[in-house]
């Protein structure tokens, strides 16, 4: 929408090669020096003073045209600045949602390989004390070593993925 605005009122300020001057209630135009009312050229016929003060007023007509076209291209030039800047920050905003996604899923990895060591080192003192009070038969010495075996396993993932 702003675009075709600025697009309007810039071919606007392009199709004004003649300026309308309104001068004693008629309305001169003004091309490259020449004077024109009603479609005729009056150039000649006026005198010196109104010839000078519709060209003065012309100018400042066409410097006003200048002046708005050279805003319309700031103005333009800044719109694009600012969609440049725009997609900057979403960039630079995906990138840090990246990273706390990324350190969020070290932490959680970090996590299980503290609870897996922990798991193995209850299920070694387990282990050990059973063994030492003798209250292991053959089978459950095999399924403690195992359990532990299992422990050490899940400490390696841990480590792999930390």
């Given at each position: 929408m702003k675009y075709s605005i600025l697009f309007f009122i810039f071919m606007f300020c392009i199709a004004l090669n003649a300026q309308d001057i309104e001068r004693d209630g008629k309305i001169y135009q003004v091309k490259k020096e020449r004077i024109f009312l009603d479609g005729k050229d009056v150039t000649e016929t006026l005198n010196l003073e109104e010839k000078?003060?519709?060209?003065?007023?012309?100018?400042?007509?066409?410097?006003?045209?200048?002046?708005?076209?050279?805003?319309?291209?700031?103005?333009?030039k800044l719109e694009k600045e600012m969609a440049k800047a725009e997609k900057a920050q979403k960039k630079a905003e995906k990138a840090q949602k990246k990273a706390e996604k990324a350190l969020k899923q070290q932490l959680k990895a970090q996590n299980r390989l503290d609870k897996a060591t922990k798991k193995l080192e209850s299920a070694q003192k387990k282990y050990e004390k059973l063994k030492r009070k003798g209250k292991l038969s053959p089978q459950n010495e095999k399924k403690w070593l195992d359990r532990i075996e299992g422990y050490k396993k899940d400490i390696e993932k841990a480590k792999k993925k930390v």
């Open positions: 000078t003060a519709i060209l003065k007023q012309a100018s400042i007509v066409s410097e006003k045209i200048k002046s708005n076209e050279t805003a319309l291209k700031e103005a333009e």
